[in-house]
């Protein structure tokens, strides 16, 4: 099914990418349409929306739950212009030579437009504000945005600075003896134009002022489908980026299930289209120069993020498995960041059970009465995160910070692949999650795991997890485990020497040899004739509930099993540690019952 879609995407968008609003790209879109009807009217899948094990173990719980693409990042780029000889190419069919072709005519064009935005801004009363270097710009549209629901175009633009790749020409004896981009990128004027479309709501085009005027358009999923939403006359309550509790969920995961569709890459690419030329680019080039010297951008994404929202029944019961993931893998898992952010109201159960008022801010550092925990792992440019939204909305994602890193490509017609490759992420990262969670050895497992065992015709030996060594290599695997492109040896042992002094002299050789035996018991899969290696979910289930037995169990009940008289307890004990001193005190008295008690 993916062959095929990829081959008439090849067709529509490979050959003809930068008439994307012709007639004759409307009708491929439709060919891809009727070709998704065919197959879902024959039972062919074209989408697959997996349910994963943790929103199985939940769903007793849950209300409902939706997925959704988010934030997305788009390049847009003349392709002429991202070389020397192309540079020069385009500025002779826009100004018939490369005579002009100089420092000071291009800082002058970066001038010109400039002058034109102000000059259009002030005649259509849009305001401009300027942005100091560093200051974070996502929160300021939100006092400028219309109030008229049915306003459509700019509203507002914001100038700041920050590097960028320009064009320098080196001239000698009047002629041109090269162009090269600097070395150091210097600081140019960008201008950040905001939008309100009627399909996508709230958009960004981010646009360097200097020629080839390299772009961005950001756009965010769940815009689209609130606007959808609102036309078919779906309830939807929205906060913060998310469709919270007293929202249609059946109803939102039918409309965000269009957007992860194929056929959904045309109605961007028509709304990059829509704006990009008529409100931003125009200011650079006019219609007039943008036709006779063939302007056309192309586009490629450059960030996305994937969202999976699962809706509680209760909040209380919401935090009360949240946290408990958290406290169980957290370790395990190695998450280096968990944030924990204190809010000032209370979760909508809470306000109808008890009828408080919300707590001031001042009382909420001192006893929060709701906040949101971020629980995050991060893989170079992707990232993989849980955290809670509104009073009832569990919500996990997968983000690509860079598309580069998924491995699939980063074009237009690669939209159905990078979505299913962040799918698949999301998907292994919360199976693996749950694997954590719900830890269990299955009968006879801790037995068979020291016995040797054979791969191949090579005779291995078995797991004796009493060796610190091996259940170091455990540790690391199970911080591993979330990696969603897999690991390798080398990555094995990078963990161990960071994380464990005392394996300094722990090198690939002794890596590969540990990965061989934990194959040999199918606790891992790998790729053939290739490098990357993934641990299974039960295998992180059977090497998580060894570990916590022996380390969160054992360990503390042995240590003070010879000890009859404990010191004097704390004033707030927490309950864990009650049922500590509890198991210590049965185990004295069983000891001293069978007459081996010192």
């Given at each position: 099914?993916?062959?095929?879609?990829?081959?008439?995407?090849?067709?529509?968008?490979?050959?003809?990418?930068?008439?994307?609003?012709?007639?004759?790209?409307?009708?491929?879109?439709?060919?891809?349409?009727?070709?998704?009807?065919?197959?879902?009217?024959?039972?062919?899948?074209?989408?697959?929306?997996?349910?994963?094990?943790?929103?199985?173990?939940?769903?007793?719980?849950?209300?409902?739950?939706?997925?959704?693409?988010?934030?997305?990042?788009?390049?847009?780029?003349?392709?002429?212009?991202?070389?020397?000889?192309?540079?020069?190419?385009?500025?002779?069919?826009?100004?018939?030579?490369?005579?002009?072709?100089?420092?000071?005519?291009?800082?002058?064009?970066?001038g010109d437009f400039g002058r034109r935005l102000k000059g259009a801004a002030k005649k259509y009363q849009i305001p401009v504000v300027y942005m100091s270097m560093g200051e974070r710009k996502d929160g300021i549209w939100e006092q400028y945005r219309p109030k008229d629901s049915s306003f459509k175009g700019v509203f507002l633009i914001l100038i700041g600075r920050a590097p960028a790749p320009v064009w320098e020409v080196f001239r000698r004896k009047g002629r041109i003896v090269n162009i090269a981009r600097?070395?150091?990128?210097?600081?140019?004027?960008?201008?950040?134009?905001?939008?309100?479309?009627?399909?996508?709501?709230?958009?960004?085009?981010?646009?360097?002022?200097?020629?080839?005027?390299?772009?961005?358009?950001?756009?965010?999923?769940?815009?689209?489908?609130?606007?959808?939403?609102?036309?078919?006359?779906?309830?939807?309550?929205?906060?913060?980026?998310?469709?919270?509790?007293?929202?249609?969920?059946?109803?939102?995961?039918?409309?965000?299930?269009?957007?992860?569709?194929?056929?959904?890459?045309?109605?961007?690419?028509?709304?990059?289209?829509?704006?990009?030329?008529?409100?931003?680019?125009?200011?650079?080039?006019?219609?007039?120069?943008?036709?006779?010297?063939?302007?056309?951008?192309?586009?490629?994404?450059?960030?996305?993020?994937?969202?999976?929202?699962?809706?509680?029944?209760?909040?209380?019961?919401?935090?009360?498995?949240?946290?408990?993931?958290?406290?169980?893998?957290?370790?395990?898992?190695?998450?280096?960041?968990?944030?924990?952010?204190?809010?000032?109201?209370?979760?909508?159960?809470?306000?109808?059970?008890?009828?408080?008022?919300?707590?001031?801010?001042?009382?909420?550092?001192?006893?929060?009465?709701?906040?949101?925990?971020?629980?995050?792992?991060?893989?170079?440019?992707?990232?993989?995160?849980?955290?809670?939204?509104?009073?009832?909305?569990?919500?996990?994602?997968?983000?690509?910070?860079?598309?580069?890193?998924?491995?699939?490509?980063?074009?237009?017609?690669?939209?159905?692949?990078?979505?299913?490759?962040?799918?698949?992420?999301?998907?292994?990262?919360?199976?693996?999650?749950?694997?954590?969670?719900?830890?269990?050895?299955?009968?006879?497992?801790?037995?068979?795991?020291?016995?040797?065992?054979?791969?191949?015709?090579?005779?291995?030996?078995?797991?004796?997890?009493?060796?610190?060594?091996?259940?170091?290599?455990?540790?690391?695997?199970?911080?591993?485990?979330?990696?969603?492109?897999?690991?390798?040896?080398?990555?094995?042992?990078?963990?161990?020497?960071?994380?464990?002094?005392?394996?300094?002299?722990?090198?690939?050789?002794?890596?590969?040899?540990?990965?061989?035996?934990?194959?040999?018991?199918?606790?891992?899969?790998?790729?053939?004739?290739?490098?990357?290696?993934?641990?299974?979910?039960?295998?992180?289930?059977?090497?998580?509930?060894?570990?916590?037995?022996?380390?969160?169990?054992?360990?503390?009940?042995?240590?003070?099993?010879?000890?009859?008289?404990?010191?004097?307890?704390?004033?707030?004990?927490?309950?864990?540690?009650?049922?500590?001193?509890?198991?210590?005190?049965?185990?004295?008295?069983?000891?001293?019952?069978?007459?081996?008690?010192?």
């Amino acid at each position: 099914m993916t062959s095929i879609h990829a081959f008439l995407r090849f067709k529509v968008l490979r050959f003809f990418p930068d008439y994307a609003g012709k007639k004759w790209f409307a009708r491929g879109e439709q060919i891809i349409s009727r070709f998704n009807v065919f197959c879902y009217v024959t039972g062919m899948k074209t989408t697959n929306h997996t349910t994963d094990d943790f929103s199985t173990y939940c769903d007793e719980e849950l209300e409902g739950s939706y997925d959704c693409v988010d934030r997305m990042v788009v390049n847009a780029y003349h392709r002429m212009g991202q070389t020397a000889a192309g540079f020069r190419t385009w500025w002779r069919q826009l100004y018939g030579s490369d005579e002009t072709l100089d420092r000071v005519h291009i800082m002058r064009m970066a001038g010109d437009f400039g002058r034109r935005l102000k000059g259009a801004a002030k005649k259509y009363q849009i305001p401009v504000v300027y942005m100091s270097m560093g200051e974070r710009k996502d929160g300021i549209w939100e006092q400028y945005r219309p109030k008229d629901s049915s306003f459509k175009g700019v509203f507002l633009i914001l100038i700041g600075r920050a590097p960028a790749p320009v064009w320098e020409v080196f001239r000698r004896k009047g002629r041109i003896v090269n162009i090269a981009r600097k070395a150091k990128w210097p600081y140019v004027n960008y201008f950040y134009f905001h939008i309100m479309d009627p399909d996508w709501g709230h958009m960004i085009i981010r646009m360097c002022s200097y020629p080839p005027f390299g772009a961005q358009i950001i756009l965010n999923g769940h815009e689209w489908v609130a606007c959808q939403a609102r036309r078919q006359g779906v309830p939807i309550h929205k906060t913060d980026n998310c469709f919270v509790e007293g929202s249609e969920y059946q109803a939102l995961e039918r409309i965000a299930k269009a957007l992860r569709d194929p056929t959904a890459i045309g109605q961007l690419l028509r709304a990059c289209d829509r704006w990009v030329y008529s409100s931003a680019l125009c200011f650079g080039l006019r219609q007039t120069d943008q036709e006779r010297s063939r302007f056309r951008y192309s586009y490629s994404f450059f960030q996305l993020e994937y969202s999976r929202n699962l809706l509680f029944k209760r909040g209380r019961r919401m935090d009360e498995i949240f946290q408990r993931t958290i406290e169980r893998t957290r370790g395990k898992l190695d998450v280096k960041r968990l944030k924990t952010i204190f809010g000032f109201k209370h979760r909508p159960c809470q306000i109808q059970s008890r009828g408080k008022k919300a707590v001031q801010l001042e009382m909420t550092i001192e006893r929060p009465a709701y906040n949101l925990t971020v629980f995050k792992l991060r893989w170079g440019n992707l990232v993989l995160k849980m955290y809670d939204k509104g009073g009832r909305v569990l919500r996990t994602e997968a983000v690509a910070h860079n598309v580069k890193s998924l491995r699939c490509g980063k074009g237009a017609d690669k939209w159905d692949l990078l979505v299913e490759r962040l799918q698949d992420m999301l998907l292994a990262f919360m199976n693996t999650l749950q694997a954590a969670h719900l830890a269990f050895l299955d009968d006879g497992a801790l037995e068979a795991m020291a016995k040797p065992s054979r791969r191949g015709d090579r005779r291995l030996a078995g797991l004796d997890m009493n060796k610190a060594r091996i259940r170091s290599v455990a540790n690391a695997l199970l911080a591993l485990s979330t990696r969603p492109d897999g690991f390798t040896a080398k990555h094995l042992v990078e963990h161990l020497r960071e994380s464990h002094t005392c394996h300094q002299g722990y090198n690939q050789r002794h890596a590969v040899y540990d990965l061989a035996k934990f194959m040999a018991k199918g606790l891992m899969s790998h790729e053939r004739r290739g490098r990357y290696y993934r641990i299974m979910p039960t295998a992180v289930r059977a090497l998580m509930a060894y570990l916590i037995i022996r380390e969160q169990v054992l360990k503390p009940i042995l240590a003070g099993a010879g000890r009859k008289r404990l010191g004097r307890p704390p004033k707030n004990m927490d309950p864990i540690d009650q049922h500590y001193l509890n198991l210590r005190s049965e185990l004295f008295d069983t000891l001293n019952k069978l007459g081996i008690a010192a």
